[in-house]
Structure formats: C-alpha cells, structure tokens
C-alpha cells in the first residue's frame, strides 16, 4: 500500500524506538525491557522509567494479552476513518507485563463481541512500506 | 471541627476578591479569545474594586505560546510575576495555588488569573492545534490507532470502571439530568430546556460507553478571578472567599501509563487540600468539579473521597446532586449545560466565589460556608483541588 492511500496519521519512529518499529516491520513485537529491576516497561525509552537505569535491552513478547479497556468510535474525529467508523480502540495488558495503546480488528464493534479480560494476540497491519501497526484480535480462552 | 490552625499554613492569609465571567458567552462568534480575557479580567477587577493598574501577577493558559505574554499585551500592564502553567482544565485551579503561594511569600499582592476560549467558534475561523513533535510518544503510540481527542481517552476510562464496579449509563445519566436542573437556574448557562434521564439514554452514541448527552458543550467564553492578601482583601468591594486548603497532581500523559484507569489525581490532591483547610468532607456545602463527560464528575467524587471507590454511581442515583437533592454539585450548570470552552476549570472557580458570597439567586444553596473545587485536565492527567470559605 502506498503512503498516498493510506489516509490515517503515521507513525514517524524516534531514534529511541527504532527497534520496535524495525521489530513490526518483521511482523514481531519487541518490548523494552529493565536488567536492573527486572520489569518490562512501556513506551520505549533508553532508560528505565521505574527505576531509572540505563542498563535496558530488548525482549520480544509472545504478543498475547488481554483487553484491559476498550472504547467503540461511532464519530470518526479525523477523515481517515470516516469509511470505518465503528472502530474500537482499546488498551492491551500484554503478558509480558506492560500495557499499550492499540484498535481491537477482526471483532465487531458491538457488546456481544467484545469485553474487558478477552483474551486477544497480535496482528500486524502493513499499512505503508514502512509502517507495520501492531492490532490485536480476539482468541479463544 | 475548627480548621487546624498548624496545618492550614494559608489560613485566612489568602482570599479570593473579585470573579465573573466575559461579557457574553455561549455562541459569540463576533469576539475572538483575547476579547474573552480581556473583558472578563475587566469584570472581576471591577468586582473587586481593583483595577489593571493593581495588578502585580499574572496568571493565565490556553491563549497560545506564551499565554501570559499575549495575554499581558493584550491587557496594557507588565506583571513582575508570571505563570503559564498549562496543563489542560485544571491549569486555572492549579494557578490560584500558585498565586496564594506567591502573595504568601510576598513576591506579589494582586494576582489575576484569566481565562477565554472560543472552542464553538474556532471551527468556523478555521484555528487549528499546535503541531505535536511526530518523534513524541503520543504521535507514535496513540495517534495512529484513532484521533478523537477527550470522548477517546475518557471513553476508555469510564467502560474500565464500568467494568470494574457494575456503573451503568443510568447513573452516568443522573448527573445530566441533575446537571441540567441546575442550569435552568441559572440565566447564563447555554442549555436551560428541561432532561430526562431517557432523553439521555436515547441520545446518539459518541464514543461508547458516552451517549451525546454524556459529553460536554463546546463554547465561546471567559472568565477571570483577582486574589489577594488578608490587608489588601479588607479594602475590596465585595467580602472576602479564603484559599483554606490546595493541591495539586498530575500522574501520566499518554492513557497506557495511567496508572490506575478508574480514579484520577483527584486522589492525591484532594486529600492534600482537605488536610491543608483542617476541614470533613461532610462539611462541605457545595461541591464544583469539573464534568467534561458525566463520568468525570462520578469518577471525581469518588477520588476526592466523598465517597468510595466505585460507589460514585449509587452515590449519585436518585437526583442527589440536582438542586434539593442533598448534594449540591456543579450548581451553575457544569460543563455539560452551563458553558464549556475548552478548559473549563476558571468556572468552578466563579461559581464557588458566587455560592460562597451569597450571590447565585434562584440557585443558591442556603448558608453556603465550605465549597470544595476539583479541576482535570489531559486525559484524567492533571487536577486542581481547592477548599474555599466564606467568613
């Protein structure tokens, strides 16, 4: 898909976030990670938020979760998702310990598809030939 | 319970001296935001009995980069303190600590805090926001997954607490319909037709779980207060509202770091200001807090502590908070029916003054002494909490 189509804001990947959106791009995900207090943190930065170390590397998640929260859009608020409205936005409690920001795909946008503590994975959008957006989708218990 | 002197450091040291709102509000696309400031400030220093000349601090946000230089310019005087702080609509809250703290430690003894945005208007002159820097976080991680603004991230926080503690669209829909009784007492707010709580309940879906009528208005207005000392406040027109406790919070930005989706700041700084002011809950005459959405308000109370943790929707059942029901809470009409700009906060401040001086009319509640004040800002980021009183 060519940058021109694709009609939603972008993500342009920060020096400190490269490896995650590099990771996408493969279709995997890529979670920082502390070595000094041993937790995983989120968004990515070269220090650790909980503790303030530097000592940080990456580990690749199982990309499984659960749906901490989810909000259904009836009213897109920027043109690009005018064709698509409902969408759901919703916020991901990864296995692997942190929380992110994502759209809930291949489910309905209605109550008797989706509530809190579903199970869900990871898919990954190719969006441009640049961008791959991690979403997720429902699985089985 | 007589305020703990120890503890209340700005006892009776700081008031409160003039508040009032611009000169029209509600669909005025004839004035632009600097108009709303300057016009409001006028206002309340005539309230006051203060003039321009007297001010010394200026305190202001939401009028572009450098708000109180703009600001400032704008209204002829060159302040020697100055604070932008801007942090969403808790910013003009926030700002009167600020400004106690200022006058207590003698670096100034006017302070004007104003405020004026055209949220209804800018649609129709075309006023777009500030570019956000694509490398921050937000740009990155949340802009591309939907752009939707407060009925996005609000919306995820209320399905939590829904989810966590049984709140239903009901309740949510009792502080409408309480909010609105509440409006029709007052000649300035913008929706003043009566509500039920099946006129909300039937109202279109916005962003799940938030009907429109959940949501609120979006306005053109100002408004402005003047604090000062404890020597200068005896010299004003009107009588005098103490800043008897304050605090202040902000917890996350982007809504993955919240770090708990179904409270908000309100439980770090309301307790501050209560200590601060000496003062119980149940001593409290009349409640302003900021309800961007009707669940901001339910969310509020319970973070502020006037309730439990997730007991905010039975709190609110049976028309508590509309005028008679025991509990009165946002009583110019909120942000749902009264006005709404952008960041509402300055408003809970007038109408406190008001409630507290006596001079709200058909909606004043009887021997109004103690108000408490909440204001949030950014995604349930930042609030503002204030105890005030009255002589």
């Known amino acids: ?43 990515p930065r070269d220090f650790c938020p909980h503790c303030g170390s530097r000592d940080v590397e990456w580990r690749r998640s199982g990309g499984k979760g659960r749906v901490h929260t989810f909000a259904i859009h009836y009213r897109a608020f920027h043109p690009g998702w005018t064709d698509e409205v409902p969408y759901v936005t919703a916020l991901i409690d990864l296995d692997d310990g942190v929380r992110i920001f994502s759209n809930l795909v ?22 441009t030939d640049e961008i791959t957006l991690p979403k997720f989708r429902p699985v089985s218990e | 319970m007589t305020p703990d002197k120890e503890k209340a450091g700005w006892l009776k040291r700081i008031a409160i001296v003039g508040a009032d709102e611009s000169d029209e509000m509600g669909i005025v696309p004839h004035k632009g935001v600097l108009q709303h400031h300057s016009e409001a400030a006028l206002n309340a220093l005539d309230d006051a009995g203060l003039s321009l000349a007297d001010v010394d601090g200026l305190f202001t946000a939401g009028a572009g980069f450098a708000a109180t230089l703009q600001v400032a310019e704008y209204l002829g005087i060159q302040p020697r303190y100055t604070d932008s702080t801007s942090v969403g609509g808790s910013s003009f809250v926030m700002h009167v600590e600020h400004a106690a703290a200022a006058i207590a430690a003698g670096l100034i003894d006017v ?10 208007s800018n649609r129709f002159r075309k006023v777009s926001r500030a ?36 709140t239903t669209h009901e309740q949510l829909a009792e502080i409408a319909v309480a909010t609105r009784k509440w409006a029709m007492l007052n000649p300035k707010a913008l929706m003043r037709d009566p509500l039920t709580i099946d006129d909300v309940l039937s109202s279109r879906w916005i962003t799940y779980p938030f009907h429109l009528l959940d949501c609120c208005l979006v306005t053109d207005a100002g408004g402005a207060i003047v604090l000062t000392s404890v020597e200068r406040a005896k010299d004003c027109r009107k009588k005098p509202v103490w800043v008897l406790g304050s605090g202040e919070a902000h917890t996350h930005w982007t809504l993955a770091n919240m770090p708990d989706l179904t409270t908000t700041p309100a439980s770090i700084s309301g307790p501050r200001a209560f200590e601060m002011a000496g003062v119980r809950h149940e001593e409290i005459d009349v409640v302003e807090v900021y309800d961007s959405f009707t669940y901001t308000a339910l969310v509020t109370l319970e973070a502020l502590g006037f309730c439990k943790p997730g007991e905010g929707g039975a709190f609110v059942s049976g028309q508590r908070t509309a005028p008679g029901g025991g509990f009165p809470l946002n009583t110019n009409g909120g942000g749902l029916s009264y006005t709404h700009p952008g960041m509402y906060g300055m408003f809970l401040l007038i109408e406190a003054t008001r409630q507290l001086r006596g001079e709200c009319g058909e909606r004043q509640v009887a021997d109004a002494k103690l108000a408490c004040v909440n204001g949030t800002g950014g995604a349930l980021s930042s609030t503002g909490t204030l105890i005030l009183g009255a002589d």
């Not at chain 1, 920060?14 to 207090?37: D, V």
């Not at chain 1, 809190?116 to 959008?125: G, I, L, N, T």
């Not at chain 2, 949340?142 to 996005?152: A, K, Q």
């Open chain 1, 106 to 127: 291949e489910a309905e946008a209605d109550l008797k598809a989706i509530r809190c503590e579903m199970p869900v994975e990871v898919v990954f959008e190719d969006v």
């Open chain 1, 1 to 43: 898909m060519s940058n021109q189509k694709y009609p939603k804001p972008l993500p342009t990947p920060s020096p400190e976030a490269q490896r995650f959106w590099e990771g996408t791009k493969k279709h995997e995900l890529w979670i920082p990670y502390c070595r000094s207090c041993e937790k995983s943190y989120w968004y």
């Open chain 2, 111 to 120: 302070a004007l805090i104003t405020h004026g945005e055209t949220g209804y």
């Open chain 2, 131 to 166: 570019a956000m820097d694509p490398w921050f976080p937000a740009a990155q991680f949340e802009m591309p997954y939907h752009v939707g603004g407060p009925p996005s991230t609000y919306a995820l926080a209320c399905m939590r607490h829904m989810h966590q503690y049984g």
